[in-house]
Structure formats: C-alpha cells, structure tokens
C-alpha cells in the first residue's frame, strides 16, 4: 500500500512540475528569447536550450532599458528577502533554542522572527515576479513589440469566508 501511494504521489509531483512549464508569449520562440520553467528543483532560465545562471538572466536583461528596471528591483528584493530571511530565521532559532534549554518562553523574539520570514516570503515572490516582467519585456523588444506602459488587472477573489480584491501590476 505505502508502495502505491508514493508511486502515485511521485507521478502526482512530476505531473505537476510539467504542467507548470512556462514559455513566454505563446510558445512563440525566436532567437535569444528567454524561457522561464517552473520545475521540480525550482525555477530555471534559459535562452535556446541553455541554461543560464541568475547572473547571466540579469546580465541579459541589462541590455534593454525597460527590462533592466525590473532586473534591479528584482537584485534589491532578493537581497531585502535574504537578510529578513537570515534575521528571522535567528530569532526563530534562538527562541526555539531558548525554549528547549531554559525553558522560557519570549513573545517578542517569536513575533519579530515570524514577522521576518514572512517579509522574506512576500520580498522573494516579488522578486521573482519582476525578474518574469523583466524576462516579458526583453522577450517583446526581440519581437519588435516594444511596451512601455504597465498593464494593471484588477480581479476579484474569494477566500474561504470573504471576498478580496486584487490589483496586479
């Protein structure tokens, strides 16, 4: 039984991880035109079937101007996500750490790491999201579509007990 189970999960996971490859612009391929793929071991970037570092994505990106913006708030986001990440983290630890040896329990330390990781969460997201906006423009410039004006969505979502409204931009 555990053998069916993990071997339905496994296929359950890889399923996924397929479904979830992205090309940009409808799958049209031109030369040099960047390809983000959500995977399995994570997001990879890549340019004619190689595969490019984050260094060589933004490299890349430095070449357009109007991509090159979302590349630096992109390289500010993930250095604001890593430090929050590694303080947060700490804290969480030493409280953890505290708990176990001394047996006090300090709110503060709890709050402010909980409160740490979650800025780290938001902070990598939208760093993630810039670097895939950054990756869209350069891949319209190489096709000749050049769009400096920022498309905003707004869409309505419903939670388990409320309705929310999100703007996208």
Known sequence: MRTLVITLLAATLTLQ???????MNNK??????ITITNGFGGTKYSVNERSLTKQQLTDMLQTSANAKNYA?????????SALSGCVGGA?????????LTSGS???HFLYVGGALA??????????????RRGARVYNDELRGRVSTKVQSQL????????????LKF
Do not use: H, M, P, W
């Open 17 to 23: 991880a397929k479904a979830q490859d992205e090309i």
């Open 28 to 33: 049209v391929l031109t030369q040099d035109t």
């Open 72 to 80: 630096d708030a992109a390289k500010n986001f993930r250095l604001v």
């Open 91 to 99: 804290l969480l630890g030493y409280q953890i750490a505290n708990n």
């Open 105 to 107: 329990f300090q709110l």
């Open 118 to 131: 979650g800025l780290s969460i938001a902070t990598g997201v939208t760093a993630s999201n810039n670097v």
């Open 155 to 166: 869409q309505i979502g419903f939670g388990g007990n409320c309705v929310g409204l999100a």
